[in-house]
């Protein structure tokens, strides 16, 4: 992977995630949603980022979605192949007025490609996402938006996906995704060493961010959504220096990422003003992230951690909440199935249409081995909508916005 405002547009993840706690701010069960979609909270800012990871973990486990499911999701994108994050009339043209994003548009790439079967879809959607890409390789919430990690992360995994490779996507520039990431790790030497920032602040300097750090290990190592199971890293985890290329840059952000493990076995969120808060849908992207970056055993603390601490959150949450828990659990070699003695499967699906068994098409991240080769909540989706809205520069982690609805 993200709905509260925070910060400046700079400090979060673009689907990423920063108070976990409590509930949607203002979701209301809604009748009127079509029966396809996952979840029965507002779908305004997040509709297609839950439905995308919904079906993704679902296939991620071998269950086939529903047919009606899917196709919510194929109905919800513009002709121009982008996709917003929720258009209550899908049989209206796309405009001006419509919102599109990088965010929602690469979830549905990574959904619909891991499924099989929606080429049409997906090679329009990719298209558009390369006429989104920023002269420095990376992509904004929006397209023309300043670069950040976790969107060109959540990018980079769609072009994973489709068989693409991202250091060949340079949008004529020269400058590749990985570029761009590179560009926002932090040095070994400065404050928060070996993190990724979100963006740069207005006067260019870095800052660690602990949900863009667990976005862009696994974006810059090609990775999507479910991550990939990498060989073991080898002895220590300390900050490298030197050119921040692609695979340095991952394995100092995962260094970072197991520091801060270290001592709670869970990441945090901090809202101006408020006491920080465990970060349960960050914490679980971590630990895809880790495992990704063969630290699977640096975040068996945080596994264990969410085994005994997420249902309450993922609960109040909804769909987006379970995908996240599940992947992590799949990355980890936890059973999603008994997960702290939660049936994450069952309670994903419960939350929407019911799946079939045997899902025919290969695991994203089977995919990913063989082409060697791609996350984040609802309150920063909302802060992007407010930024592109209205253009100030508040933003929030938007993956654990996403996950609560």
């Known amino acids: 992977m993200v709905l509260a405002a925070t910060a400046l547009a700079g400090t979060v993840f673009a689907p990423a995630a920063l108070a976990d706690t409590s509930p949607s701010p203002s979701p209301s069960a809604s009748p009127a949603l079509p029966s396809g979609l996952y979840g029965t909270a507002d779908p305004a800012y997040d509709g297609v980022w839950r439905q995308s990871l919904a079906l993704f973990a679902q296939h991620t486990v071998g269950l086939r979605p529903a047919a009606k499911a899917v196709d919510w999701l194929t109905g919800q994108q513009c002709a121009n192949g982008a996709f917003a994050p929720y258009r209550a009339d899908a049989t209206a043209k796309c405009d001006a007025e419509t919102l599109i994003d990088t965010n929602s548009t690469a979830a549905a790439v990574q959904a619909l490609a891991a499924l099989g079967g929606h080429d049409a879809e997906t090679g329009k959607a990719v298209a558009w996402l390369k006429s989104a890409q920023n002269k420095d390789g990376g992509w904004g919430y929006v397209a023309g938006g300043a670069s950040d990690a976790n969107s060109t992360s959540v990018v980079i995994g769609a072009l994973t996906a489709v068989g693409e490779k991202p250091a060949d996507v340079t949008a004529g520039s020269g400058d590749s995704p990985y570029d761009a990431l590179a560009g926002l790790s932090i040095p070994c030497d400065a404050d928060g060493g070996g993190a990724f920032a979100y963006q740069p602040d207005k006067k260019g300097k870095l800052a660690a961010n602990a949900d863009a750090t667990a976005a862009a290990v696994t974006g810059a190592l090609g990775k999507g959504f479910a991550g990939a199971e990498a060989k073991p890293a080898g002895a220590g985890a300390a900050c490298e220096s030197g050119a921040a290329d692609p695979r340095r840059a991952a394995h100092n952000g995962a260094a970072y990422l197991v520091t801060a493990l270290a001592k709670d076995k869970y990441l945090k969120s901090a809202l101006a003003g408020a ?69 994450l499967v069952r309670q994903l699906g419960a939350t929407g249409p019911a799946a079939g068994t045997a899902s025919a098409a290969p695991a994203e991240s089977d995919k990913a081995d063989d082409s060697d080769n791609g996350g984040l909540s609802v309150w920063w989706i909302v802060g992007v909508g407010l930024v592109a809205g209205i253009g100030i520069g508040f933003l929030i982690s938007g993956r654990d916005k996403r996950r609560q609805l």
């Open 275 to 343: 006491e920080d808060q465990p970060d349960y849908g960050n914490t679980a992207d971590a630990v895809v992230a880790l495992a990704t970056a063969g630290r699977a055993d640096d975040a068996a603390g945080a596994v264990r951690w969410l085994e005994s601490h997420s249902a309450k959150w993922a609960a109040q949450s909804g769909p987006a909440a379970y995908a996240q828990l599940i992947l992590a659990a799949e990355a980890s070699g936890a059973d999603p199935r008994d997960f702290g003695g939660q049936d």
